[in-house]
C-alpha cells in the first residue's frame, strides 16, 4: 500500500510560490507531477475574518510512502 498514488491539492498566492513548490516537489521527487490552475478564487476564515482571495491550486501527484515528507516541504516554503 505504500506505492499507492494520491492527488494532494494546496492552494497559493501566487505564480511564483506555485513555481517554487511546485518545482521543488517534482526536483526532490516527492511528487510525479503538479498541475498549477490559475484563477481560483478562496472564501475562507482566517485569523477571526473572513478573507475573499485570488489564489491558484497546486494539483499534485505523489505517493503515500512519501506523502510525509512532501507535507513538510509544503509547509517549508508555503508563505
Known amino acids: 500500500m505504500d506505492d499507492e498514488y494520491l492527488i494532494a491539492f494546496c492552494t497559493v498566492p501566487d505564480e511564483s510560490t506555485a513555481l517554487e513548490i511546485s518545482q521543488s516537489l517534482v526536483n526532490g521527487k516527492l511528487a510525479a507531477y503538479c498541475n498549477i490552475i490559475s484563477g481560483i478564487r478562496s472564501i475562507f476564515f482566517w485569523k477571526d475574518e473572513i478573507c475573499d482571495e485570488s489564489e491558484l491550486l497546486l494539483v499534485i501527484k505523489t505517493?503515500?510512502?512519501?506523502?510525509e515528507k512532501l507535507e513538510k516541504q509544503i509547509r517549508s516554503l508555503h508563505p
Open 63 to 67: 505517493k503515500q510512502n512519501v506523502y
